[in-house]
């Protein structure tokens, strides 16, 4: 069996799209830094799914909503993406950025490349995460030319446009 550490050292070489996961607790809007988004299907429904680990703040005022957005980030979300990656400023999260409300009223993020607002179909809970499946209600995406944010070595950075010969 893998040792654990060595298994996350390998999981950083393995690039990922950023977002911010959302969802509300009445009237208070909850969020954190994602990597594991992706889609599962498009047809009949679309549905994506997001790992969430148990220990995340909102996780289970997530299952309580039954509702979550996904708003995807540019590189020039990278300060956003370092906020809701730190409980430390947890408080501030979300007075540094314009927010609006899709159809679930889940929280999405003005100039998100892309947000994607989800019921939840399912939810399965598997070891220290929970898988949650969304159905996605409504889409929202920006018309401009953008550049995604994405994690690997355990930092944030962008796509590099490489020529190749």
Same mark, same amino acid.
């Given at each position: 069996?893998?040792?654990p550490?060595e298994? @996350?050292?390998?999981m950083?070489?393995?690039?990922?799209?950023?977002?911010?996961? =959302?969802t509300m607790?009445?009237?208070?809007?909850?969020?954190?830094?994602?990597?594991?988004?992706?889609?599962?299907?498009?047809?009949?429904?679309?549905?994506?799914?997001?790992?969430?680990?148990?220990?995340?703040?909102?996780?289970?005022l997530m299952?309580?909503?039954?509702?979550?957005?996904?708003?995807?980030?540019?590189?020039?979300?990278v300060? =956003?993406?370092?906020?809701?990656s730190?409980?430390e400023?947890?408080?501030?999260?979300?007075?540094?950025?314009?927010?609006?409300?899709?159809?679930?009223?889940?929280?999405?993020?003005?100039?998100a490349?892309?947000?994607?607002?989800?019921?939840?179909?399912?939810?399965?809970?598997?070891?220290t995460?929970?898988?949650l499946?969304?159905?996605?209600?409504?889409? @929202?995406?920006?018309?401009?030319?953008?550049?995604?944010?994405?994690?690997?070595?355990?930092?944030?950075?962008?796509?590099?446009?490489?020529?190749c010969?």
């Amino acid at each position: 069996m893998p040792d654990p550490i060595e298994f @996350k050292l390998a999981m950083r070489r393995l690039a990922a799209g950023v977002s911010i996961v =959302t969802t509300m607790d009445g009237d208070t809007p909850h969020g954190f830094a994602a990597t594991s988004v992706t889609s599962v299907s498009a047809d009949p429904s679309p549905l994506l799914l997001v790992c969430v680990n148990k220990t995340v703040s909102c996780h289970d005022l997530m299952l309580a909503s039954g509702r979550f957005c996904v708003n995807v980030l540019s590189e020039a979300d990278v300060e =956003t993406a370092r906020l809701f990656s730190s409980s430390e400023n947890r408080h501030r999260r979300f007075e540094l950025c314009t927010w609006e409300r899709l159809s679930t009223g889940a929280p999405a993020l003005s100039g998100a490349l892309a947000c994607f607002d989800c019921r939840i179909h399912r939810a399965v809970e598997v070891q220290t995460h929970t898988v949650l499946f969304g159905e996605v209600v409504e889409t @929202k995406l920006i018309d401009a030319e953008f550049q995604p944010l994405v994690y690997i070595d355990g930092r944030f950075d962008g796509l590099r446009s490489r020529n190749c010969a």
